[in-house]
């Protein structure tokens, strides 16, 4: 009995480590590296981040038109990776084109009631070097 509610409580807290959401992971990377500049064209390849009601969050594939630093258009990736336009009006809390910070955009709100934040990952600046630690011999 123990072993089973043992093996339960693992795997439940395995799976909430995975799903600690795919943003808040992406959040951090970005935290702690920071973002290059996102220029002024079509990305394609972006990760849209969905908020839930609950708190929750899922992540999909997609592309992002930015033009002067606002987005502009938004697409999501199929999994044949074709793309579709999301032709809902879109805007930032304050109802203006979202613009990015950091690599991520501001919140986006779309007349669905979906809200969502682009992360492009590209923008991501690379991890910095680490030193090579040395072991020292044992018969020091």
């Known amino acids: 009995m123990k072993k089973s509610l043992l093996l339960i409580l693992t795997v439940f807290i395995t799976m909430a480590a995975q799903s600690q959401d795919c943003f808040t992971r992406l959040q951090k990377a ?7 500049a996102v220029a002024n ?10 908020f839930d009601e609950d708190g929750s969050t899922y992540c999909i594939s997609g592309k992002a038109r930015v ?5 502009q258009s938004v697409f999501r990736q199929f999994e044949d990776d074709t793309y579709e336009l999301m032709e809902k009006k879109f805007y930032s809390a304050s109802k203006q084109p979202p613009v990015i910070v950091n690599g991520i955009s501001e919140m986006i ?3 669905d009631g979906e809200k969502f934040k682009i992360v492009f990952i590209d923008a991501l600046k690379p991890k910095q070097k680490s030193y090579k630690e040395i072991s020292l011999p044992d018969d020091l």
């Open 67 to 71: 033009e002067n630093g606002q987005i």
């Open 109 to 111: 709100y779309n007349t």
């Open 30 to 36: 970005f935290d702690k590296r920071g973002a290059n």
């Open 41 to 50: 064209e079509m990305h394609r390849n972006v990760i849209l981040s969905f």
